[in-house]
T-cell receptor, first 112, second 112 residues
């Protein structure tokens, strides 16, 4: 069973905020929400992660609902280079790739 | 720093031949991983190693072997390649203290 559900694709205008949703209704108390992205023909790249508080770094913001059953990744000012497949992953704490189960993600297309 | 280096970038291999995909990291990470990525199937874990001298099987280990003689290197060997092993292979590494996994740029392998 998939642990996360994401829309298969989304469009966003360049310069606007891109909001990528993720449902994880069966998340456990010790599981974090991680976001990675994969730009065409490149290896996946870590973006951000969180447990229950909202998080922000130089790349993005992560908003987690109070019940932790869903989250939203926000790219505040999307550029053409943000066109990629974005993966929402839940796993227990620690950054190792052993527990990274990649679903099909959301293909985000930034429109000029 | 170079991060993770994979070689070769791409390869065409005759069925039945053997091949070793190389992966080297310079971050002194304890854990390393091999994934394959196929269209429509996403990234799937082949083998992993939590520390030098130890290895483990992932989701799709059949037909592949790995070794971890030291911290930096984690080669993946196909003893007798078959067409179903045509894929893009990604190596990754992580440190238990860090929160992210780092991926290489991938090796595109075609078995004919």
């Amino acid at each position: 069973d998939a642990k996360t559900t994401q829309p298969p694709s989304m469009d966003c205008a360049e310069g606007r905020a891109a909001n990528l949703p993720c449902n994880h209704s069966t998340i456990s108390g010790n599981e974090y929400v991680y976001w990675y992205r994969q730009i065409h023909s490149q290896g996946p790249q870590y973006i951000i992660h969180g447990l229950k508080n909202n998080e922000t770094n130089e790349m993005a913001s992560l908003i987690i609902t109070e019940d932790r059953k869903s989250s939203t990744l926000i790219l505040p000012h999307a550029t053409l280079r943000d066109t990629a497949v974005y993966y929402c992953i839940v796993r227990v704490g620690g950054g190792g790739a052993d527990g990274l189960t990649f679903g099909k993600g959301t293909h985000l297309i930034i429109q000029p | 720093t170079a991060g993770i280096t994979q070689a070769p970038t791409s390869q065409i291999l005759a069925a039945g031949r053997s091949m070793t995909l190389r992966c080297t990291q310079d971050m002194r990470h304890n854990a390393m991983y091999w994934y394959r990525q196929d269209l429509g199937l996403g990234l799937r874990l082949i083998h992993y190693s939590n520390t030098a001298g130890t290895t483990g099987k992932g989701e799709v280990p059949d037909g592949y072997s790995v070794s971890r003689a030291n911290t930096d290197d984690f080669p993946l060997t196909l003893a007798s390649a078959v067409p179903s092993q045509t894929s893009v292979y990604f190596c990754a590494s992580s440190d238990p203290i860090r929160t992210e996994a780092f991926f290489g740029q991938g090796t595109r392998l075609t078995v004919v």
